[in-house]
């Protein structure tokens, strides 16, 4: 069976991507499927599918590797976060969310600072041998991920990274039978999983925090950061 890539079609200027207003569009052909309506792939058999479609990306190996996608371990908005993280000096705003994530940022600083550092040991480990490092696609989650009656095929490519396999492969490793689908014949590092783990969070933290604390009113997308910060920094007494 061949790689399960659906690409996207070159616009007049010869690119993938039209930026608009800030956002990046991309266009594919019609393919006939199903896509998930959120992250969380819908059954066991999508999991497999996609882990199977994941294994023949990783095993492509006659793409020559571009200097300029092989993964930085940077975590966007990172010294933003750090400068408003107890004791930093960051400025904050009187905004409508700044009180409360000031009061979750201070309750949760000691663990955000633990997983940073974390993060830092695992990624420096990772980084000093890129031997191993494969395409990988950054984000296979449900919604980018368009089921056939054949096959899987993964779209949204603007996050694609050499990097270790286990970039693909964190999301879907809690789920029972992943392993049986990508095959065992291949090594994968407990500590390469959990740094992809730690990562996800702290993209996440470091782009809410800054977002919610430097904001001047409310709007939905603030509202949908403000919820998902409030599951990654709890407080028993808000």
């Not at 690119?15 to 059954?43: K, N």
């Not at 000093?128 to 949204?156: K, M, Q, R, S």
């Amino acid at each position: 069976m061949g790689l399960s890539l659906f690409a996207p079609i070159r616009h007049r200027l010869g690119g993938v991507t039209w930026e608009d207003d800030g956002w990046l569009i991309s266009v594919w052909p019609w393919l006939a499927g199903r896509v998930g309506s959120g992250l969380e792939h819908g059954s066991a058999e999508d999991i497999a599918t996609t882990v199977r479609c994941l294994r023949r990306l990783h095993d492509h190996a006659s793409v020559e590797r571009v200097p300029a996608l092989v993964e930085n371990w940077r975590i966007p908005q990172r010294s933003d976060l750090v400068a408003l993280l107890p004791p930093g000096r960051g400025r904050w705003s009187s905004g409508p969310y700044a009180d409360e994530v000031r009061s979750r940022l201070a309750a949760n600083a000691g663990e955000v600072h633990r997983m940073l550092a974390r993060y830092d040991e695992l990624a420096a480990a990772l980084a000093a041998d890129d031997a191993d490092f494969v395409v990988t696609h950054g984000e296979p989650h449900a919604g980018n991920v368009v089921h056939t009656l054949a096959e899987a095929n993964l779209i949204d490519w603007d996050t694609v990274r050499w990097a270790p396999r286990e970039r693909d492969l964190w999301s879907l490793a809690d789920h029972q039978g992943w392993r049986c689908a990508y095959g065992d014949d291949v090594v994968l590092s407990d500590d390469a999983l959990e740094v992809y783990r730690l990562r996800w969070s702290l993209v996440e933290i470091a782009d809410f925090v800054p977002s919610l604390a430097f904001a001047d009113d409310k709007n939905p997308d603030l509202e949908v950061a403000a919820q998902e910060l409030r599951n990654y920094l709890p407080m028993s007494d808000l």
